[in-house]
Each structure stands twice: as structure tokens, then as C-alpha cells.
């Protein structure tokens, strides 16, 4: 019920390790670090320039903690969002050499390198769990295989795409080299490794990953009190519906400019709304 | 306040079942013995299979409803969260395909008692009178069976007793009120408003939504939390669960949940004899009844209906027309999102909130037929996430960074017409689910005046958001809702069934919600499949109590007694119409009064 | 409060006031120009000078307040208080949808309340037998309403045990008393003497007609009543009526306040009911045990809160009219803008008050 205890916990628990592991593999040398994490994976501050150090807490509402409104949430709610924070599920999925491919990628589709280290959000663990126990999004695309071989099936594709680029690995590749190869998938024209590529669609694998790793970050409690979302309300709802207006227990917004790492790709984006697959992946809204 | 008095708020109690925070199942649940036949066996209990059970079950017959969910206990089962809320969907593998898949699970099917109602956003606007003559106005598609004001009556009592909230006039189709009053706006439906309103677009504020604005007997006022489609633990928002279903329980209906039915069984005499299902423990078993009703949507009642094939149907049961799982229709559903300077935090108040159909009707100046409607959303983080990765193309950082601002977007869906086309289909794959029954492929395309349709409604959308004040729009396709796969019709010879339900081949044989559809408008089709379920129920109540008359009536006595119990003594007097009630289609020319 | 010189002006005209009593109204002439040689009265006098007619009304209804004589003015305000709170009533039910059928007692009350008082203006019957019924009713409504808004705000998701999120978002749960206090009002109002009524007391020993149920009364009980009623009918009941002030300022202040905290204080001058509450509570408390304070603090706190409760209707008006669409939903706009008639409940608060600074106390 203690919200420390829980943070305390889930921060040694949701650092897997293989996310310092592939840093460590994807860099020659002694980098320069700050607060524990290289200076090339940093954002910048747009003025200056300089990289900024990794925060507890990003985003603009500092202070903001839905954690510490869980005596409001009723029992069930609040069960099933400290065991996401406290219980990460362990990888069972995936083998040792998927697992590390894999947690780079999701460290660089959701790149949570702003974040102490002890603050990230376990997101390969949550995407292993969905595959180890067959749960699925109650549909399979006719030129898709089942949602657990069409990941194999990437891995393979990456490291073949890795492999054209030189590195025997995709951990190897340089920062740049990495957002190269998903850029490729995004765009759906992956740079190699077409005998894999041409077993499924590949900008729809794209999707599936990117909504995956949404899915495990943006159901984070940590990752609510960065965008400022007012998390679960139930049996005390909301108030204030009206302009923008924060609850008492929100916070108003302080905004901070700051631009993604120069060798990072992700930050420009390039909309998929006409393409073939678009309408493909989407949650329920009405 | 630091916690709430006397500690934190615990949640489910043991030894009852609760259906809203106060509603209790207060009556023990009947049990038919195995092995004997009942009076009707309905399949699926969901949007029409929940008022159905309720009603049969009151007017005195022996009933059972297999549902192949649970039987959900809101305090236990259902979380104020959105990743949680994963298992209120029908998340089996089916298999999607053609050039515009259909994207299933969360999008538009449920699972369990309450069905897709557990996680409708609720908005319950009526078909306008135009929607049933399509054929003949706008010589596309085909004309409805019955005309509007068939219907008319049941879209009242359903108003009643879901009962939607909404403005004192709706000034489209047929001009009316609502007895429970409209909600305050949200972010979301402040944007909608004011950009209909600087461009001078009539747009109605608070509803119509199938959320309390009021308490309703057990079931209290929304409070404005925003999680509708994740199951309203409020027990605001209606979903059969809460509304009709205490009260069939309450007069016997019995509800056997995790319940897949396998086929239906047919006899020598040419009518069905009962069904087979799997319970829940996976053993097969037998319920006989003297009228057996489909009501598992769009996709499982084809299906269903496709699996009982049997000699003298190898096409499949009440398949001589070979209609059956064609003419799937799915609802173009775009949204446009906004970005404002000013704060918006969209996941407050209920996302259904404020709409306008002034571009429902068809228009001459257009080069399409047909309409939309515009419509409040409002994604919750995950969702909104899996939106901007692809209106935005948002991925890594540029994913973070759109996310830092969510609190700033703002988001607005086009509901639009997707007319029923043969090529839009439910059939069988072959691949077996976990029973071994063969699972659905859905097979969808989307046809040109559907496309002009979307980008018709995307172009003024993107409008309304800018008039608004939004600085960055973006949108992105999907579509909202099914219906179609089993449609009703006038002919035997292109349509599954009759307008009341009753499959043309087997008399004993009926299908209930949205697959009987043969178009669908621009509305939400909530409302419309529990006012079918509720005239399908009287049709059959009459039938039964006057066994020889009233097979070929096209009129019956609307049982407003039927009603579960707390819907009388609530509500305000509305404003009924000022349409005349004729029956008779075409009675009355097209157009919107607005 | 920190006014320091203002008292005077007020205590001047209470002294005024007094002297007049002593005097016969043809002496008006001659009293106001005493005022005007007060130095801290100038103000009173030039008026008195510009216009002796206001003046010489404004005494003439003080002093009908002072000897209980002012029963057409009182109905009159009982009928458009009840019209103001039937409506305020009938906006609030119309956002719960009226969901039981009990919800429109209020407002069937709050017109027939009206429509007695407004009667009671120019009928004595009316006045004596109609409207104490009426208003009693009225009473026992404010009474069983405030039982209903405890109750629905107890059976909201998590109840009582979140009691700022429930009252807020819950049935207001103060407004059937304020509802009940234009019973009160009305009560008030049978009770007095109308303004044509033969000046000072009747003489002594005279029986005055009672209606019949008070003889079934307990004699200890309707002693007291009809010492009561005779101290009302006499203009003797300040410290009733200051009482009645701080109390409705008490309710007026807390809706205030958690309407203005819901929306988060968006604009600072939410705060000035706040603030005011207090400060009425304390006068209209004051006055109950010291003369001194119903003379003095409690009209100018009266005055101001009256004034705060006039410019609040203005600001919520045009809130409600700046939103998009306003007049094309004017229901919508009534219900979900601002509360158009909340400030003039605050602003009665105030009225009240300034009419317990008036009364003569108890013997």
C-alpha cells in the first residue's frame, strides 16, 4: 500500500539489466556519462545545447504522482496497477539472444534514456508475457502469421539487416545505424533480410511493435505522471471538466523545451494515415 | 484529503454479486434442469440478447441465455484502467483480410454478459427515417423491410429505459427529446462546440449517451471519470449487464455464462430443436428449447449459423438465400485530432459527449451519397499512443514528446455511412479454435462512395477542429462498429430474415442484434439493436400468446409493461415529434429537419 | 473588517430613526435637516435635500420594519425569492434529470408559494391562513429535501467517505435548506402586521382571532408561540432574524465556496463570497448577543454581501452568455453555465441581514 516501497521495489525489478548491457555492448570505450547514462542518448536543451541529465520524473508536471491517490482507487484497480509496477513478469518468450536484440529495440522505439536508470518502465517483460500466454488483439491480419512467430521472424530480420550494415549484431550498431533499421520498417521497406521480410507485412510487424511498446509504457503509473494523465477514477472520478482545469491532486503543467539526441532519427515524424495499412491497428473509440 | 475517511476503498465482496457500486443480483438464479426443453434459448447475451431474456423472462416464459463470456461482477472483475480492461473484448483469433481489413477485439466486439454494451463509449442516436428507404431516395443499397416509425415506438421505450440522456431537442431525423437531461461538456465537446459554432454548424451538447445524468434507481449518476470503454464500474453508463439483466434474473431467466454454443441442431421436421454448447468447463452439452435466437453479432452469428451447417443447409442453417454473412458493414470511423496551446486533458468526462449530424442526410452537392455524422472521442493514453503512431507516424522520441503533450490534443470522430456490399463477408477460415470449430474471416473493401465519404468527413472535421483553435490537426483512418452478416429483408430470396428476427427457412429459428441490419446511417447502432430486441420480443411474446394469428402480422402491440421495474416514475416529459405517425414506409419525404 | 469610519453614517441614521419614533412623521422636514448638521451624516442630508420624498419613504419603511408593519413588502419579497428559488430548484432537478418524482416538489412549491405571497400582497385571508400553510409546507420540503441530498450523496461511488468530490459532484446538499428559508421567509411574513395596520399595540387584554390548531397545541408550547408571534407582529425579533442571516450565510458560503473550488478559483474575485461568509456569519452572530454589533457591523457586512451577491449575478449572466452557443441551448446554458441565481440567494443572505439591523430586539 506504501507508495515509496513500491517505487523502491519496482526499480530494481523493472532494471532488467539488459538495457545497460546493450548500451555497454553498443559502445567502444569509456563514454562520457551523466547520471549513469552516455551523453550520446541524451536530449539536449535546444539553447544550449548541452545534453540534459536524466530525471526522475520527465515531462511537465512535476510532482504529479498518481501513485499516491491509490487509497482513492477501489481494490481491484489498485491490484492490478501496483502488481504492474512491483511485479514485472519475468522474459519467458523470449531466448537469451532474443531477449537482447529485442530489448534494444524497445529501447529504441520507446527510448527512456531522460529517465534515471531506476525509473524506466519494464516494456520487453510486458510484450514477452502477451506472447508467452497466446493473448492476442482478437484478430490476425490474413498476410500475417500468429502474433508470436511474426516476432521470431523480425528478430531474424533485424540482425539480417544488422549484418548488411557490417555488425555481426544489431546491439552493435551505432545509435543512428540502429534508428536506420526500424526507420526502414516504419517505412515498410526493410533494408535487408528479405527472405524473412517477405513472410509478413512488414510495416504491419511495425505497428504491432510500436503499439506494444505503447501499450507497456503509456500503463505505467511513471509514465501517467509524465504526460500528466489523471490515472484511475473510480469510486472518486473527476470535477473539474471544463478548460483544461487540474483536479486538487493534479498539477498544472511547466513546460521545458528539449530536442532529441542529434544521432537519434525518431523525433521526425512522417504520417502513415495514407498508407495501405494505416487503419490497421487501432483501438476501440466509439 | 490525503485518503479517503476510514481508510482505503476496498472492492468486491465475496458473497455477493455486484453490477455497479450499490446495484446487487438480488435474486437467486433459477436453474432449469438439464435435459429439459424451455421455452426460448437465447445465444449470446449482449446489446440484444440482454433485453431479450429480460423480456421473455418477464412475460412469464422459461428462458436460458448461454453467453460465452463471464458473468462479470463490476466491484471484481473490472478495473478503472486501460490496460486492464483487456478482457471485457472478444479477443479470439479470428482471421482479417481484403483490402481494407477490419480491425475486431477492442474495437468492436465483447465478451461477456453485456456484451459490446460493457464497452460501447454509448452514444445512442437514432436512425433518421431516410436510413430505411435508402433504395428508394438514393437508389443504392436496399430499402428496410419496416419504415422508421416501426421502429419509432421502441426507440422511445428504449430511450426510457437505458435511458439515454440528452438534449430537450435533437433537431435530425425526426426532431425530438430526451426524458433524462443532457451532460456538462468536457474538453473534448468544448472543442466540438465551438468549432461548430464559429462555423455556425448546429451541433447538440451532453448527449444523446446512454449515460446517467440522474440516478436511476440502483444505478447512479455518471461521475465523469472517462473510462466507458473500459466498463463503467459506475454503473452510469448503461450496458445490458446493468440494466436488463437484474431484471430477468429477478423473473427467472436463467444465465449460464462461459458458455460457447457449437451449433444449432436442426430436426427432422425442418425446425430446430435446441443447441449444442461447450460449458464452462469444456464439456459438451445439450439445452433443447421450442425457439432457439442468435443474438452473437455480426461476426458469431454468421459464424454460428455457417458451423450448424447440416444436411438440406450445407451452406449453412437459414442459408438458401446465400446472403447469409454477407453485406458486413463496419462504420467509417476517422478521427481527426487537434493540438491546442491551451490545456485540454481529453480523458476527463465521458468521451461521447456532444455530436452533429448535419452532414448525415444525402446531400445533391455532393459527388457521394449518403453522410456522416462528427462525434467527441476521447483516447485514453495507450490508445491515443496507437493513434499518433500513425497520424503522426509518432515513433521514439517523436513518440515521447507528442505523448509529454497529450493533455493539449483534442479528438473528433467522423461517423460515417458504409453501405452494404456483397463482397464484405463472414466466412469460415481454416483454422480451429480452441473447442475446435472452425473461426471467422472477415473479409472487408472499402468502395468509392465510401472513400468519398471518409474524406468528406475527415475535410470538415479537420475544419470544425481548426475553427476550434487547434494549431496542429492530424487524423487517421479505422472504423467504428458492425453490423450486417445476416440482414433482414422483405424477400426471402435476398435477405436471412424477416424484419422481427425470424430466419426465413426455419420458423423456430430467429436472429436478434446487429447483423439483421441491411443498412446501418451514421448512427451508432446501439440504441437501434435494443429497440430490434425489444420488438423481436413482443413479436414473439404475441405469437406465443396467440399461437395461429399473428405469423404474418406486421403490426404488434408495443408491451410497454414490460419494462423493468425502475424505469417508471423517472425521467421529464419530452418532446415527442412533430412528425405525424403513419405507418407505411415512404410515407414522408427525405431530408433532415434540422 | 477594517472600516473604521463608516460606522457612524448608519449609526447616525439609526439614530435618526429612533428620534423618529419619538415624533410624528410631519417632522420628517425637520429631522433631516438635523442630519444634515451632523458632519459625519453630510452625505444623508444632502440626499435628504436632493430628495426628501426617497428619504421620507426610506424612514417610513424603517420604521414599518422596526414595528413589525411591513407584511405587503415582505410577501412581496417571499413571492420573488420563492420564484428565484422555484426556478433555481428547477434548473439544478432538470441536471438530475428529475430521476425520483419528489424532485419536483420544489418547484411545484416554489409556484404555489409565489402565488400565495404575491396574493398575501393584497389579500389579508391570504396572508393569515393561506400562506403560513403554504410556507410551513414549503418548510418540511426544505427539510425532507436536505434528507434526500444527504442520502444521494451517500449512495454516489465511495459516499460519504469522500465527502469534497460527493458534495461537489453530488446533490447540493445546503440547497433545500435554502430552499426552506423562503418558507421561513414566508412563515415570517404571515406572522407581521400589514403596513395599514393601526400603529402601537393593541390595547390591553384584547384577544386577537388565532387559527383553531394552536388551541390544540400544549399550552407550554403555544405560550411561547404566541409570545413569539407577538414579538414578530411587533418587529421585535432581530435576534431571530440576525440569527437567520448567519445561518443562510453559513449555507450560501459553503455552496460557494465548493461551486468556486470545482472551478478551481479561476478568477480571484471567486474568492469574495468566500471571504464575505465569515465576516456575515460573525456580524449576523454579533448582532444576536450585542445591539451595538446589529447596529453597526451588521448592516455594512449586510450592505457589502448584498452588493458582492448583485455583482456575482452579473459576472455568472455573462459567464453563461460568453460560452459558445449559449442562447441557442438556453437550458443547457441555465443548468451547465454558471449558477445565475446562486449569487442572489448570497445577496438575500445580505438583505436579510440589513433587515435584522432594522428590527427592533426582543423585550
Redesign the interface.
Known sequence: ?KTHDTRSQSSQSSQSGQSGQASQMSQQGDAERIGGVEVERL?RDPRTGQALAPRMQ???YPGFSTLSQ?????????A??LK?VNQPPPITFFDADEARVMQTVCD????QD?RAPDRRIPILNTIDERLASG?????????MPPDPQAYRLAIKGIEAIAQSMGATTFTELNLRQQ?LT?KSL?DGHPIAGDEYWRQMNARRFW?ML??DC??A???HPW??D?????G???????????????E?WEKV?HRYEWE??PE??????????DT?E????????? | MKEPLFGAFDGAKPDEHYVGPIQRIDAPMRHYPRGEAVDFVVVGVGSAGGVLIQRLAKAGFSVVGLEAGPFWDTERDWVSDEAGSHGLYWNDLRIIGGSDPLALGANNSGKGVGGGSVHWAGFTPRLHPSDFRVRSDDGVAVDWPISYDDLKPYYELMEREIPVAGPTYYPWGDPHGYSYAPHPLGGVSQTLVRGCTRLGIPVVAGGPVAINSGSHGSRPHCIYRGFCIQGCKVGAKQSTLVSHVPDAIRHGAELRDKCMVARINLGKDGRVTGVTYYDEHGQEQEQRASVVIVSGYAIETPRLLLNSACPGFEQGLANSSGTLGKYLMAQIGNVVFGRFDDLVRMYKAPPANALTEEFYETDPRNDFVRGYAIQTVGPLPISFAQHMMVAQGAWGWGLRRTMMDYNHWSALGVLGEILPWEDNTVTLADVRDGFGLPVARVTFNLHENDHKIAQAGVQKTEEIMRAAGATEVTQEPRYAHLVGGARMGADASDSVVNSFGRTWDIPNLYVCDGSILPTQGSANPGLTIQALAARTADYLISERENAAAPTAATRIPVRYSLSPSEVAGRGMPRLKSRRPTTFGAGALGPGSRG | MVVVSAPKPVEALADAARDQLAQNARLLRVSARRLTGRRSARWLGALAALAPRITREGVALEQHVREGRFQRSLALITALSSVAAGIEAGTEHFRGSYSQRIMYSPIALGMTLAVTSGAAVFSRWAARVALPIVSLVTLVDGAVGFIFHVRGIARKPGGWRIPIFNVIMGPPVFAPLLFGLVGFLGLLTSFLRREDDPRGRLPLGTRRSRPAWVNLLPRAISREGITLEQDVREGRFQRGLALATALTAFFNGVEALYSHYKNNFQFKVQWSPVLLTPALMAAGFGAFWSRRVARTWLPIVSLIAAVDGMVGFFYHARGGLRRPGALRRPLYTLAYGPPVFAPLLFAASGMLGLMASLMRRGK
Open positions: 500500500m536530449p520527465p515531462g511537465y491509490q487509497s482513492f482507487w477501489d481494490e481491484a484497480t489498485r492490478v496497477v504492474r529504441r522505439v520507446l527510448p531522460d493473448r492476442i488483439n482478437g484478430y490476425r491480419y490474413a498476410d534508428d526500424l516504419h505497428l510500436v503499439s505503447a501499450g509504457y503509456y500503463a509514465a501517467w509524465e504526460i500528466g494523465f489523471g484511475p477514477a473510480y469510486p472518486r472520478g473527476y470535477m473539474r471538466l471544463r478548460d483544461g482545469q487540474p486538487p503543467e532529441a539526441p537519434s532519427l525518431s523525433d521526425t515524424m512522417e504520417s502513415l494515415s495501405p494505416a487503419s490497421s491497428f487501432t483501438p476501440g473509440t466509439h
